[in-house]
């Protein structure tokens, strides 16, 4: 059993580096831009590309998984039987296309449900976070040390600045006293560089109304595997195959949320 995931590990890793240098390379080229649900929901050519070429390496070397996606190459998925890939090719497209930094590829291997593989790759500061069940997180082939508790005073959030205001998701409220109790407040614009971060003890928390499991799938095996926890905002398990508020934190920062800022 351990000598298949180092199979899979080992190709995961080398398709996630050719994924990173195509990526590169496109830099230099026009971009096709198009919005997806909303305006601001941005696709590039780049973005199916890149999701084609792991598609198309898997199914070729590991005929039996399957794969669930954002940019619609993946199978028809309601169930997590056997093995099934979570990718986001580029995770933080809105950076992509304009800032051509802070962005990622986002990737989960889960088996019966349960993540083995987690990694979360930042393409132009060539960053591999990546975890493997039981063997902990690693940065670049460095251990990454278990994450300590720490209370809410002294952590940096990770909360995109529209939940700190009046909108249609949640009650803001509790959050503006969190910011305003926390260390400090970040948002780096891709929830999969964000949970890495929480993982590798950069960001103590994160926290989003709503993600896909493209968005979290990777990074959430990296916090986990670090000894972190990642729930809902009322503090369930997520849902693999649907939407998710996700809480993703350090011990004693995850629960001091829940419990004086969320009331669960």
Known sequence: MAEKWEEIDRYARQWIDEAGKRIRASFAKQLTVEAKENPNDLVTNVDRAIEQFFAEHIRRQFPSHRLLGEEGFGDRIDA?????????????????????????????????GIGQLGYVYDVVFDELYAAQKGRGVFLNGEPLGLLQPAPVTESIIAINGTWLMENKRLDHRP????????????????????????????????????????????????????????????????????????LAAKPGVHEEILRRYLHY
């Open 175 to 246: 959050l503006m006293r969190l910011a305003k109790e926390a260390r400090g407040t970040r948002s780096y614009g891709s929830a999969a560089l964000e949970l890495a971060y929480v993982a590798a003890g950069r960001l103590d928390a994160y926290i989003s109304p709503r993600l896909s499991p493209w968005d979290f799938a990777g990074g959430m095996i990296l916090i986990e595997e670090a000894g972190g926890m990642v729930t809902t905002l009322d503090g369930k398990p997520l849902d693999l195959l649907g939407r998710n508020s996700v």
């Open 80 to 112: 997590l039987d056997g093995v099934v890939w979570v990718i986001d090719p580029i995770d933080g497209t809105m950076n992509f296309v304009h800032q051509r930094r802070h962005f990622a590829v986002s990737i989960g291997i889960f088996e019966d």
